[in-house]
């Protein structure tokens, strides 16, 4: 499980813009229930001789539930620090209105506490409390009229057509939530939303008013834009908000980060001066299983962990260990033990290469022991690679092995895959047994659609993040998917991709595997 989404747990837009009549602002309304959130810069709707140009504001005020990420992160349900990126997710809500373009949205901190409110009203701002224009909450007003904001840890996204989503890189400041190491961000309140300051107004300061940190402000609280300002209109941006009807549409902090667990056992390859020194590397993965339950050998802990490795026609090993060639868990030459290490709980790996001798070895076992103490015994098979005397075309066939019709939305499950050469010609000895072995396809990604309307649910994450990549052991390719990011009632299909380095390019599958997510 590589992808985590944490919808909003608050959201609201405020505002100082004006109501209906146009003469009174709407800086106590509050629209914490809306099924919208927007930011815009209005100019010039209404007008004085004494204040000149008026200008119109929205922001937009968000926050997630950062104590359940905490709780993750020590359940081990979420990645370790700097193993996992974070990205705040805001899908654009399309409406009638101008549609600013080539705009910029700062995204802050909020340094103090506020309410969500149950307004609905975004036209005539008529619903009043809570969070607001002038109040973080009822009776509890901001500082600064427009919201209270951290100057560190801020991002600026560009919207160069302006219907565009959001998808931006949070991770230093959600990082500094979590970990609570610095003071400065004890204060987990979630994130403000508005207009660069050259945008949503430019104010040079004049006599009689109170500056604030969007300007000055009249001693009402109003903001008033300066005669010799800036005199542009940014109109509407909208996002769908955490109340909104569309389940993939709600603003959500996304955890995004490999989790693969790589295991050679069934793909284990003798070295070969053909390869480079890292492709000559093999990983073997132990996973300790007690009672149905990943957990670390109390001796063991986190500590290294030894892997010898033995020659053996039985089903035992036997003999001495063999002597190892320098490289991954090897650190010298002709060294009896590969130094194995804890990948996550329960789970520890050991890279190693073999030379194959004149007559290679068929049967290999390894052993992984530490202070005298055998944990596991494995074995596996190892071949030589193949070489080819013309530019093969790598051609597969995929099924799912334990695909169910129907998934509970509250549960994990675990995707395996069968996968073959499409031009497989297996010998009478091979149908005839029970369990046929399954190549593994060492860069495989999967992609979550939604049937109906053919949606990415969960899309392809073949970049930095490999959030999507698959797993593999001796039993071939598999993943784990929590149907919680998915939306109950509806059919999925899960497609797969598969890199092709012949090509240079990931190649999708034409197998698809369909499933319902019910309560």
């Known amino acids: ?43 010039g709707q209404m007008s004085s001789s004494t204040m000149g140009q008026s200008q119109e504001l929205s922001r937009i005020l968000i926050d997630f539930d950062v104590p359940t990420l905490i709780a993750d992160r020590s359940a081990g349900t979420l990645a370790a620090s700097g193993s996992v990126s974070w990205y705040l997710k805001m899908h654009n809500a399309r409406t009638p209105f101008t549609l600013p373009q080539g705009f910029n949205l700062v995204v802050a901190p909020i340094s103090r506490s506020w309410s969500e409110g149950t307004g609905l009203d975004m036209d005539e701002y008529q619903d009043a409390g809570a969070s607001n224009w002038l109040s973080s909450s009822t009776g509890s007003p901001w500082a600064t009229v427009g919201g209270d904001y951290m100057t560190g840890s801020n991002y600026t996204v ?5 219907y565009e989503d959001m998808n931006l890189d949070v991770s230093d400041l959600v990082e500094k939530w979590i970990s609570g190491a610095d003071s400065a961000y004890t204060v987990r309140s979630g994130v403000g939303i508005r207009l660069v300051s050259t945008e949503e107004a430019y104010y040079s300061g004049s006599s009689g008013l109170t500056t604030g940190a969007a300007g000055p402000l009249s001693t009402s ?55 480079p020194s890292e492709d000559n590397l093999n990983t073997l993965v132990f996973y300790n299983y007690i009672r149905g339950q990943l957990v670390n050998p109390p001796a063991v802990g986190t500590n290294d962990i030894f892997v010898s490795f033995y020659s053996s026609s039985n089903s035992a090993p036997t003999g001495s260990k063999l002597n190892l060639a320098q490289g991954g868990a090897v650190v010298t030459d002709l060294d009896v033990n590969a130094t194995g290490g804890l990948l996550s709980t329960g789970i520890y790996t050991c890279n190693v290469a073999l030379t194959a001798a004149t007559t290679p070895l068929t049967v290999i076992h390894d052993v992984w022991h530490s202070g005298g103490v055998e944990y596991f015994t494995g074995s596996f098979y190892p071949e030589k690679f193949p070489t080819y005397d013309s ?3 790598f051609t597969k066939v995929t099924s799912c092995r334990n695909l169910k019709d129907v998934y509970s ?31 593994v396809m060492p860069s495989a990604s999967y992609n979550v659609r939604r049937v109906i309307d053919n949606y990415d649910a969960i899309p392809y994450g073949t970049g930095s993040d490999l959030c999507t990549l698959l797993s593999y052991d001796k039993d071939g390719n598999y993943f784990d998917l929590d149907m919680r990011l998915l939306e109950n009632g509806y059919m999925y299909e899960i497609k797969l991709s598969y890199y092709n380095d012949s090509i240079g390019a990931w190649q999708e599958q034409p197998q698809t595997f369909k499933f319902r997510v019910d309560e």
Do not use: C, Q
């Open 221 to 275: 609280g109003s903001l008033i834009h300066n005669p010799n300002g800036a005199r542009e209109s940014y109109y509407t941006k909208k996002f769908f908000s955490r109340s909104s009807e569309f389940f993939f549409k709600r603003p959500v902090l996304e955890a995004r980060w490999n989790s693969g667990v790589f295991d050679d056992r069934e793909n284990f390859y003798f070295s070969s001066s053909n390869a």
């Open 391 to 393: 530019n093969p075309t």
């Open 409 to 439: 939305g509250a549960e994990t499950s675990r995707f395996r895959f069968f996968v073959r050469s499409k031009d497989w010609s297996p010998t009478v000895y091979t149908v005839a047994t029970a369990v046929n072995p399954t190549e």
């Open 158 to 162: 560009n919207f160069p057509l302006g």
């Open 1 to 43: 499980m590589a992808i985590l989404r944490y919808t909003a747990s608050a959201d609201n837009t405020i505002t100082n813009a004006f109501e209906a009549n146009l003469t009174d602002r709407g800086t106590g309304s509050n629209m914490g229930y809306a099924d919208a959130l927007e930011v815009f810069s209005i100019y």
